[in-house]
Protein backbone atom coordinates (compact mmCIF):
# COMPACT_ATOMS: atom_id res chain seq x y z
CA UNK A 1 0.00 0.00 0.00
CA UNK A 2 1.04 3.20 -0.85
CA UNK A 3 1.91 5.99 2.39
CA UNK A 4 -0.70 8.40 1.19
CA UNK A 5 -3.56 5.55 0.84
CA UNK A 6 -2.56 4.00 4.76
CA UNK A 7 -2.58 8.49 5.99
CA UNK A 8 -6.23 8.48 3.86
CA UNK A 9 -7.71 5.34 6.30
CA UNK A 10 -6.24 6.15 9.17
CA UNK A 11 -7.56 9.98 8.99
CA UNK A 12 -11.06 8.62 8.06
CA UNK A 13 -10.81 5.95 10.74
CA UNK A 14 -10.06 8.44 12.98
CA UNK A 15 -12.99 11.10 11.68
CA UNK A 16 -15.60 8.04 11.81
CA UNK A 17 -14.48 7.48 15.94
CA UNK A 18 -14.31 11.24 16.67
CA UNK A 19 -17.95 11.44 15.21
CA UNK A 20 -19.37 8.32 17.04
CA UNK A 21 -17.25 8.77 20.37
CA UNK A 22 -19.95 11.86 20.91
CA UNK A 23 -23.31 10.47 19.56
CA UNK A 24 -24.23 9.29 23.00
CA UNK A 25 -23.24 11.72 25.36
CA UNK A 26 -26.39 14.35 25.01
CA UNK A 27 -28.54 11.71 26.09
CA UNK A 28 -26.43 10.91 28.99
CA UNK A 29 -26.40 14.84 29.64
CA UNK A 30 -30.32 15.32 29.51
CA UNK A 31 -30.30 12.27 31.55
CA UNK A 32 -28.40 13.95 34.18
CA UNK A 33 -29.70 16.92 34.14
CA UNK A 34 -33.59 15.50 34.72
CA UNK A 35 -32.50 13.59 37.70
CA UNK A 36 -31.01 16.86 39.01
CA UNK A 37 -33.87 18.61 38.15
CA UNK A 38 -36.45 16.22 39.80
CA UNK A 39 -33.98 16.16 43.05
CA UNK A 40 -34.24 20.06 43.32
CA UNK A 41 -37.81 20.30 42.73
CA UNK A 42 -38.13 17.77 45.51
CA UNK A 43 -36.07 19.27 48.13
CA UNK A 44 -38.00 22.52 46.98
CA UNK A 45 -41.15 20.96 47.94
CA UNK A 46 -39.68 19.54 51.23
CA UNK A 47 -38.93 23.15 51.70
CA UNK A 48 -41.95 24.68 51.26
CA UNK A 49 -44.43 22.38 53.34
CA UNK A 50 -41.98 22.52 56.26
CA UNK A 51 -43.83 24.60 59.00
CA UNK A 52 -41.79 27.58 59.24
CA UNK A 53 -42.41 28.65 55.87
CA UNK A 54 -45.96 28.02 55.42
CA UNK A 55 -46.40 30.27 58.53
CA UNK A 56 -44.35 32.84 56.85
CA UNK A 57 -46.03 32.47 53.26
CA UNK A 58 -49.53 32.55 54.81
CA UNK A 59 -48.39 35.82 57.09
CA UNK A 60 -47.76 37.36 54.05
CA UNK A 61 -50.45 36.76 51.71
CA UNK A 62 -52.80 37.66 54.66
CA UNK A 63 -51.18 40.80 55.01
CA UNK A 64 -51.24 41.57 51.21
CA UNK A 65 -54.76 40.28 51.08
CA UNK A 66 -55.77 42.95 53.77
CA UNK A 67 -53.93 46.40 52.61
CA UNK A 68 -56.75 48.20 51.60
CA UNK A 69 -56.32 50.77 48.37
Known amino acids: MRKSTIRHQVRRTFRQLRSGRDAGMSTAEYAVGTIA ?10 VIRSGAVEGLVTT ?5 LSVSL
Open 37 to 46: ACAFAALLLM
Open 60 to 64: VITTA
